[in-house]
């Protein structure tokens, strides 16, 4: 070897070498994380810090441009100005953000537009810092051309937090091959207060179901390895006691304890929190006079240092502003983001919260250089976790591959099935036959496809969702005449087709009239600056809105002229199924008892019409269980089941008790339970509580078995009965099994008087039974003294 050619050799290994070690420790993926995350602060400026927690609305940040997407001018003012690391709702297509079908994004041109965006920032700005794409996914990625499944009340109604994980997993597929990292949900707050706009968003009334259905959306989100593509952060919402607002108002005051808010509303996100949450969400409302953004006994000592969470906090939109504006304990915005953050709330959903008005704290020492290097720490955590310094983009082809594939529709049809609840079927009225001549399907939720999908969701093409009407057609023989009348619209009471509809009824050989209520958003309503509806009382053009955020109702009658559609067609005499399609539990008082066939299918999303003509024809034997009780007046509330001792007294006009009752539901099928015994371990406080269950009909299908504890005398005033432990189980016709749920010293503790949790000792009562009214089996046990 020549001098010339070695010297050539040596100077080009020298050149690599250098260039290794040129290369920042924070795009060196072989580093630890903690490591390249304080690399990459100790070069950050601070209007470079204060736009990693700044998370902008994301649907104007792209151009579309016939089949290509580019990043928009205003993405680009952005990232010059605001440095901007995150963006929310880049996907989102509705009213408020003006995308429609026309001028949204499909799966294909949304994986386009993240990775232009994506490509943008790696290449256009001084660190390259990779953006985080965060989507709303409650049931569903809400963006066009995706799979919709039922609302989270809905999915709550399955009691199947199996099945709910492998929704859960779907979405989050979906969501990140489109190029989204977070997805928003699931809502984990308790629904007490049915007047509030988004009971529909929840898992209901209890703190037991809630957690169980939590954990199952996070697994089913996060999976097992965020660097998989398929997988998406899950951002717990809304911390905390946000759906038990005073007189039902969205965002209202919360006046609660601290022993109700750690035993009733933070045991969900506990369960969720130490299911491997990465994300929570901050809520609007404040606790006891302290707004729940700027709580830092909410957000450093429970959620970091009692729970060990080990993610990042992000605002609900406008909730830091929120502060300032609608609680007032704040004088100016850089005071509000001062508490926000020195509270432990991380990032900004806004990008006004903190941006200028944070820069400002931080240059008067209202926060300190530590407190914001944590704050950013917390959100490039994850961009590290996901693994977007190494692989920022998604493939396109695979977006428009998994959107909506078959498997998914079969998995929104699974959900919607289950999540169906029989409230009654007298003389067994259901299921009808296939056979049947001539059926009428009358009422607004009939053939009303945004009416039966509930509120953030997307629009979508109409021949991919299936109303209840096209489920019938589908299900009935080519020989059945299926007659079809709106007869009224949920809330106008203009273009009445009573004449009409009774004729049709009169015709028939039955009926099935489908009422409730929707949360449709449409182009003509206005809407808030946080994505709420704008309520007016009186509209010139009445939409048939009537839940969904920001609609917060003073009755629970339905409304319009629904109920007197269902008395006039009543009348008829003919064999009558009502089916509700609604966002809350609504007035059923009249329906009960004149009524033979109700059916509750909450927004069963996509699919509700295949699942609803699946019951109503006997393809599918229903077993849904009500997540929240129905009562039957407003002048009842609350009158959620697991209320403290003393039981509640009758009153003068009504009973205390809910017209349903929480876990209720009816089944095509007969159960019967029975041989219930208790067993000890002896090495601790764990208890064995078996029984057998019998399908004692000729008709397979399922139970969902739940076990409620009674304390019978403790140091502070407990409930009556508390759900531990439930299951949903499938029996053949004559089949028996015998069904086993363990109690620990978790299920028996109770915040003693000295704010400590404990077990203590005397006598529980252990009920099983196929709901909460519904106690088929009860025995006792005794918790020993510890010497």
């Not at 949360?519 to 709420?532: H, M, N, P």
């Amino acid at each position: 070897m020549n001098k010339s050619l070695s010297f050539l050799l040596l100077f080009s290994g020298f050149t690599l070498n250098l260039n290794a070690q040129q290369k920042p420790a924070y795009k060196n993926a072989r580093l630890p994380v903690e490591q390249r995350i304080q690399d990459l602060i100790s070069r950050m400026t601070l209007e470079e810090k204060v736009g990693q927690i700044s998370v902008l609305l994301g649907w104007e940040m792209y151009d579309k441009k016939g089949n290509e997407v580019l990043v928009s001018e205003k993405f680009k003012q952005a990232q010059k100005e605001q440095y901007t690391g995150m963006l929310w709702a880049t996907l989102r297509a509705d009213p408020w953000t003006q995308k429609t079908l026309q001028t949204g994004l499909n799966p294909e041109l949304s994986a386009k537009a993240t990775n232009a965006l994506q490509k943008y920032v790696i290449e256009h700005t001084r660190l390259g810092i990779p953006m985080l794409f965060a989507e709303e996914c409650p049931h569903g990625h809400m963006a066009i051309g995706t799979t919709v499944f039922p609302t989270s009340i809905g999915q709550s109604s399955t009691w199947n937090p199996q099945l709910i994980e492998k929704m859960a997993a779907v979405i989050a597929t979906e969501a990140r091959a489109q190029g989204a990292h977070i997805g928003y949900g699931p809502v984990l707050d308790l629904a007490r207060e049915p007047r509030w706009s988004r009971v529909e968003e929840t898992y209901g009334e209890d703190p037991v179901l809630n957690s169980a259905m939590g954990v199952g959306m996070v697994k089913g989100f996060q999976g097992t390895d965020l660097k998989s593509n398929r997988n998406i952060i899950s951002t717990l919402k809304h911390f905390t006691a946000y759906g038990v607002p005073e007189g039902g108002h969205n965002g209202g005051s919360v006046a609660i304890g601290t022993r109700e808010l750690q035993q009733s509303y933070l045991p969900p996100f506990k369960a969720a929190v130490r299911a491997g949450a990465l994300s929570v969400m901050t809520a609007y409302n404040s606790i006891d006079g302290i707004p729940c953004s700027s709580n830092p006994i909410l957000l450093k000592d429970i959620l970091r240092s009692d729970w060990g969470f080990n993610g990042f906090v992000v605002s609900d939109l406008g909730s830091i502003s929120g502060i300032r504006s609608n609680h007032h304990v704040a004088g100016t915005a850089d005071e509000a983001a001062s508490m926000a953050i020195n509270a432990g709330l991380d990032a900004d959903l806004s990008g006004y919260g903190y941006g200028k008005a944070l820069k400002k704290a931080v240059e008067e020492e209202k926060v300190t250089k530590a407190v914001l290097d944590s704050a950013v720490a917390n959100v490039l955590r994850q961009k590290f976790n996901l693994g977007l310094f190494e692989n920022p983009y998604v493939s396109v082809p695979n977006a428009k591959k998994v959107a909506r594939s078959t498997a998914h529709v079969d998995v929104a049809r699974k959900v919607a099935q289950e999540s169906i609840i029989l409230l009654k079927n007298d003389k067994n009225t259901l299921p009808l036959s296939k056979a049947i001549r001539n059926i009428a399907v009358i009422g607004p939720n009939a053939d009303n496809i945004y009416n039966q999908l509930g509120d953030y969701t997307a629009p979508q093409d109409d021949k991919a969702i299936v109303t209840v009407l096209e489920g019938i057609k589908a299900r009935v023989s080519t020989s059945t005449v299926v007659s079809y009348v709106k007869g009224c619209s949920i809330r106008d009471t203009a273009n009445l087709q009573f004449e009409r509809a009774i004729n049709a009824a009169n015709q028939a050989d039955a009926v099935v009239v489908v009422l409730g209520g929707s949360s449709a958003r449409d182009f003509k309503t206005e809407y808030l600056s946080t994505g709420a509806a704008s309520v007016k009382a009186s509209e010139v053009s009445i939409s048939d809105m009537e839940s969904g955020e920001g609609y917060d109702r003073s009755t629970l009658d339905l409304m319009g002229k629904q109920l007197e559609l269902l008395q006039a067609i009543a009348k008829t005499g003919k064999p009558l199924v009502l089916v509700m399609i609604e966002g809350r539990p609504l007035n059923l008082n009249w329906p009960s008892e004149h009524i033979p066939a109700i059916l509750n299918a909450w927004y069963p999303g996509q699919e509700g019409g295949n699942a609803i003509a699946d019951v109503i024809f006997g393809d599918y034997n229903p077993a849904g269980r009500l997540p929240v009780s129905v009562p039957k007046s407003v002048g009842q509330l609350p009158v959620y089941y697991n209320a403290k001792r003393p039981l509640s007294h009758d009153y003068v006009e009504t009973t205390a008790k809910p017209l349903y009752t929480f876990g209720y539901g009816l089944s095509y099928s007969k159960f019967e339970y029975s041989d219930l015994s208790i067993s000890k371990n002896t090495q601790d406080i764990k208890f064995t509580i078996s029984f057998k269950l019998k399908n004692t009909s000729k008709v397979a299908g399922d139970e969902v078995v739940q076990l409620y504890l009674r304390d019978e005398t403790s140091s502070v005033v407990s409930p009556d009965k508390q759900l531990k432990q439930f299951s949903r189980l499938h029996l053949l016709p004559g089949e028996e099994k015998r069904v086993t749920f363990t109690l620990t010293s978790e299920d028996l503790k109770l915040i003693n008087t000295s704010m400590q949790w404990v077990v203590e000792p005397g006598d529980f009562t252990v009920m099983v039974g196929a709901s909460s009214d519904d106690i088929r089996l009860k025995a006792g046990f005794n918790v020993p003294a510890v010497n």
